[in-house]
């Protein structure tokens, strides 16, 4: 499950693929797929567009929350952190699969065919700054960006660009993960708490599960510096 990255023949190389295909995308399929149906069925709304997206966002926030979990836990298990595992970059493919699904459908939830009111104010003359400068234009930028960064990350998350790019330059880029993890940070909180005022339970979940991440972090950033300090 851990495996990590190498070059290998291509014998090897085809034998990896299946194995991530079996024991890695079919089951991140069906968990969110499942994931995505259970709460769109659950979710009161009557607004399609509105279930979809709620449906879309927090399997994906999960996902990419997973995806800065995973190195930690490698590290906490005594198994170093390598540059490339084979669970993580393939945990953050779907991720990145429903954080772009989830910005489509966000796009037509609130403003029905007006989506660049997301960004700019209807009255634009009115505004020093026509660029939303308010709660609901610092959800839907930073959820832009993230999004932006994700795909990105999820472009470059292949074989060919680390041999292209090399390990030091790969790493440089896939770092913007954390950056990336701020960013859908504030998009959530803002959205939950200033905006769709969801319930607490909902607003519970995201805080812990990105405590736990900035927590696992924070543990595996501790354990790596006391390790290089002890040689």
Known sequence: MFQTFSLRAPGLRKRRLYRRL??????????????????????????????????????????????????????LWRRGNPISMDLRRD????????????????????????????????????????????????????????TLLIVALLATSNDYSLRRLG??????????????????AIHALAYEEGIEHQKLPFVVTTVASLALAAMLQLTGFAMRRRTKSSY
């Open 167 to 184: 390990t030091r330059s790969w790493k440089k880029l896939q770092r913007w993960n954390y950056a990336a993890f701020g960013l859908v």
């Open 91 to 146: 945990v953050g493919i779907w991720a990145g699969v429903l954080a772009v699904v989830h910005t489509v459908i966000g796009q037509n939830v609130h403003l029905r065919g007006r989506p660049w009111l997301y960004y700019v104010y209807q009255h634009w003359r009115r505004h020093v700054v026509p660029l939303r400068h308010d709660v609901f234009g610092l959800a839907n930028y930073t959820g832009m960006l993230c």
């Open 22 to 75: 079996l024991y890695h995308h079919v089951p991140l399929l069906a968990v969110s797929a499942s994931s995505v149906v259970c709460i769109y069925v659950t979710r009161p709304y009557r607004d399609v567009w509105m279930k979809a997206s709620f449906a879309t966002a927090y399997p994906a926030l999960i996902l990419l929350l997973a995806t800065l979990a995973i190195g930690p836990l490698h590290v």
